[in-house]
């Protein structure tokens, strides 16, 4: 059982909190214009890159300590055609740097909403990638998770970011083209 | 019905015959150090990068006005922690490079040789994704994989390679670290 705190209480925010409940978990909302206070072990920034950055920037003694998950895809929304992030760099790398003290955790940006609500991706269990550096904080992330009817992998070191936001970005591509639904998309399979 | 070459005769292009040829198509092989002539319409590199790099550099006038299917996923595997191509580009953009005459699709290098033989990711059937600037191009491949037992989604412009090298990539990592098998992987589910 871990204390959760989630930033955001968008489609992604409450499908996240939704899958923590069920994995026993105590979750707890803050707005995203809330004070940062309050917090439980993991914070979950469940806002777009922009404000997830300008959270970072202006919170970093109140996130120390905390496993800080991105779930972020840093699109271009106007273009629909890149990456906002420095192409050797992601979203995930860009809060790291800002968040010295916290142990940053990519996770959750590979499912919609639709896939973490429902736990599965047209009939196949949802599955939640984790990249970071940190490898205890991945290991409270996967425990959190262990009865939340959803499976975990443990995609790395948190330079594979960069390639979560790529298959993120992906996805939303060829689900935005209508060749798969959004309650649809990418499964892992083993 | 197309003529298809595939260059290279080890696990991917041998899967990758199975598939064109179950669609109906003509397929044949040439090796690696083979002379590059009497080419089908699509030409396979089913080679490793490296190759691919060095047969397009020596090859431009035979492979003019030939769709040339990259499958490449330019890892360093020295370190299995990086791609050897530069950030902001891809294997399939370095290969287009030195093929201005040649019109250049993605495709192959999200699917697992296992997943292409048995057309399926564990239960799900196999999709083959493909990216390219020229969309006669994307049409004349997903023509030939019709009736070959495996989906096709359009993954958008030559852009969209990075993306997907990303996913191959990070694919290969979570089955080198046994967290899925060689014959799983990442499904498309619609």
Redesign the interface.
């Known amino acids: 059982m871990a204390a959760i705190t989630i930033i955001g209480k968008g489609n992604m925010g409450q499908a996240i909190g939704d899958v923590f409940t069920q994995g026993g978990n105590q979750v707890t909302y803050l707005g995203h214009t809330d004070p940062i206070e309050n917090l439980g072990t993991i914070v979950v920034l469940a806002v777009p890159y922009s404000a997830a950055i300008s959270i970072a920037k202006n919170n970093s003694a109140a996130l120390a300590d905390k496993i800080v998950i991105d779930i972020t895809n840093p699109l271009n929304f106007d273009t629909w055609?890149?990456l906002v992030v420095?192409?050797?760099s992601s979203a995930a790398a860009e809060i790291a740097a800002l968040l010295p003290d916290s142990q940053i955790v990519k996770a959750f940006n590979t499912t919609f909403a639709g896939t973490l609500k429902s736990r599965q991706?047209?009939?196949?269990k949802t599955t939640v990638?984790a990249a970071s550096d940190n490898a205890d904080a991945k290991k409270t992330l996967a425990a959190a998770l262990a009865d939340s009817g959803v499976n975990f992998?443990?995609?790395?070191?948190l330079?594979?970011a960069?390639?979560?936001e790529?298959?993120g970005?992906?996805q939303m591509?060829?689900a935005a083209?209508e060749?798969?639904?959004w309650t649809?998309?990418?499964?892992?399979?083993?």
């Open positions: 055609d890149s420095p192409a050797d991706v047209v009939g196949v990638m992998i443990d995609a790395g070191s330079k594979r960069r390639e979560m790529s298959m970005f992906l591509t060829i083209s060749q798969i639904g649809g998309g990418f499964g892992v399979l083993k």
